[in-house]
């Protein structure tokens, strides 16, 4: 059985990428990161586990670092193709989503009943919390997909391109203090 913490509550992608941009300014605490991103401390929370179960950043102990991954979605400009086709290879390379929802990418994704069944059988979430989520998994999905109708809010902080050779520093986040 999977933690709750393990499925991802972020609904949009972007959110994502605000929190791997904060980190990798180095960004070192959980309430200066929902400072600068404008979220919640626990929403901040949120995206920081869904940046980590989409391997954009690894967590050791507090420790938050950009992995090579979160470094191509940094180089991305926001909202293109190429940011699109990052977090295709971040959905279809994560562990978690390929256990919970292997076939979210396909062709014919499954149905938002049929996540949402597969997230209460395979976690301790309530029933309304495995659908939300669920509503969050297919968000990803149509953001990937560039499908129409997207509500794709203009990102809040937006990062200058920079070479993938510049050094990543380590941050402390004190995550579990949520």
């Not at 999977?2 to 994502?16: C, G, K």
């Not at 989503?97 to 076939?103: A, N």
């Amino acid at each position: 059985m999977l933690r709750s913490i393990d499925v991802p509550q972020a609904n949009a992608l972007e959110t994502v990428r605000q929190v791997v941009y904060a980190i990798d300014l180095g960004v070192r605490r959980i309430d200066d990161l929902a400072d600068f991103t404008g979220f919640s401390t626990r929403h901040a929370g949120y995206r920081v586990h869904a940046a980590r179960i989409l391997g954009l950043i690894r967590l050791n102990d507090d420790e938050a670092t950009i992995t090579a991954l979160g470094e191509r979605l940094l180089c991305a400009d926001p909202q293109s193709e190429k940011e699109r086709a990052v977090f295709y290879d971040a959905i279809a390379g994560s562990a978690v989503i390929q256990l919970l929802v292997p076939d979210l990418l396909s062709l014919v994704p499954p149905s938002s009943d049929t996540i949402t069944a597969r997230l209460f059988r395979q976690t301790k979430l309530r029933e309304t919390t495995a659908q939300r989520r669920a509503g969050g998994l297919l968000a990803w999905r149509r953001y990937v997909y560039g499908e129409p109708g997207l509500d794709r809010p203009p990102s809040r902080k937006r990062k200058e391109k920079r070479s993938a050779t510049e050094p990543t520093q380590g941050v402390q986040l004190d995550l579990f203090k949520l």
